[in-house]
């Protein structure tokens, strides 16, 4: 790789303000929740089966095939919405996300999905209460709440 490859210092900056803008982390969305006040609506875009196998704690469910005629009812409008679907194999947040960008709404997906979610040993809720799996080594620091990034 040469530097020629690199991108010019001003075009990066506008890149990642933007990325920053669009995309947020699994565990950025949990420190905020546990903060009490997000500051926004967390929104699991799955279908009922998904749901149902667990999903985040204080998530809306609301599946992106019904964002249009739903969101109206379910997610206050006067915050932003942070959406999830199953991980970065899936392009269901994604799809969610444009959804409610035609709505009007300020959105950002959260990249990892509810994969990463319990892969970073966060707690998930399902039909039997909640639940947390062991911290995956390759995704989150095992033996720290946070990794400081």
Do not use: N
């Not at 995309?23 to 903060?35: F, G, K, M």
């Not at 991980?87 to 269901?92: L, S, T």
């Not at 035609?102 to 966060?122: A, H, P, Q, S």
Request: glycine residues 10%; negative net charge; hydrophobic residues 45%.
């Amino acid at each position: 790789m040469t530097t020629s490859r690199f991108a010019d210092p001003e075009l990066a900056v506008a890149h990642f303000s933007a990325r920053l803008g669009l995309y947020t982390d699994v565990s950025d969305v949990r420190a905020a929740l546990a903060s009490g006040e997000p500051g926004f609506t967390l929104v699991d875009t799955r279908a009922r089966v998904a749901w149902d196998q667990g999903h985040v704690p204080g998530a809306v469910h609301l599946p992106r095939t019904e964002i249009a005629a739903r969101a109206a009812a379910l997610v206050d409008p006067d915050l932003p919405v942070v959406v999830y679907c199953w991980g970065p194999g899936c392009d269901g947040a994604a799809k969610g996300a444009l959804e409610f960008a035609r709505l009007g709404r300020r959105v950002k997906e959260m990249v990892g999905g509810i994969e990463y979610w319990i892969r970073e040993g966060f707690e998930v809720e399902t039909a039997s209460g909640v639940e947390r799996s062991p911290v995956d080594p390759l995704t989150a620091p095992v033996h720290s709440p946070v990794c400081a990034c």
